[in-house]
């Protein structure tokens, strides 16, 4: 299997030079992975910012001669909401990758923000704080039950929802992930 290329976005308000972005990028490069980081136009959901993510992904296929349906999607924050979102819409994607995935508002855990998880049916990657104002791991992994795809949890322990001290431990974490995906290489 070959590896998939991987498409980075950022949080609400950052850009695609997000200090976290710009470390993940750095080690899936030196693995040998395609790398793609892209801005959204908008904080705000809507279908500028999903049209965004999939001109990006199409871009980041064809720089990479890889079919469409080998680039992971993901990002920070609303960024991977967003790729979980478009993926959930019919985006080809080999797996998500969601970082600090924003659960709910702080302090409002009732307002979910899950309604497309049961339409997720490839991998997924959520990589966040045990001190997430946006969602502990308790509610994460109960949210995450609702997709059919494989799931896998990474606990930065300490970390919040920004994760700043963290970066590398993230980017590992993203690499490893995404290194696994493709098998054993020869």
């Known amino acids: 299997m070959t590896l998939p290329a991987v498409l980075l976005t ?7 030079d997000h200090p976290s972005l710009v470390v993940i990028d750095g080690e ?17 959901p809507g279908p500028k910012v999903l049209r965004a993510i999939a001109e990006g992904a199409g871009a980041l296929a064809a720089r990479a001669g890889v079919e469409a349906a080998d680039v992971v999607l993901g990002g920070r924050s609303f960024g ?19 970082l600090s995935y924003p659960l709910h508002p702080p302090g409002r855990p009732e307002q979910l ?11 997924c990657l959520f990589v966040s704080g045990t001190r997430d104002a946006f969602g502990s791991p308790e509610e994460l992994e109960a949210a995450s039950a609702q997709i059919s795809g494989p799931v896998t949890h990474v606990w930065i322990n300490g970390g919040d929802h920004g994760m ?3 970066n590398l431990d993230v980017a590992l974490a993203v690499r490893d992930w995404v290194l696994g995906m493709a098998g054993p290489r020869d």
């Open 10 to 16: 950022p949080g609400a308000s950052a850009t695609k």
């Open 80 to 98: 991977g909401r967003m790729c979980s979102v478009a993926a959930a819409d019919g985006l080809p994607a080999r797996g998500l990758a969601l």
């Open 28 to 44: 899936l490069e030196a693995a040998g992975i395609p790398v793609g980081r892209i801005s959204l136009p908008s904080s705000r």
């Open 113 to 123: 923000r899950i309604e497309h998880f049961p339409r997720l049916t490839m991998p």
């Open 164 to 166: 700043g001290r963290h």
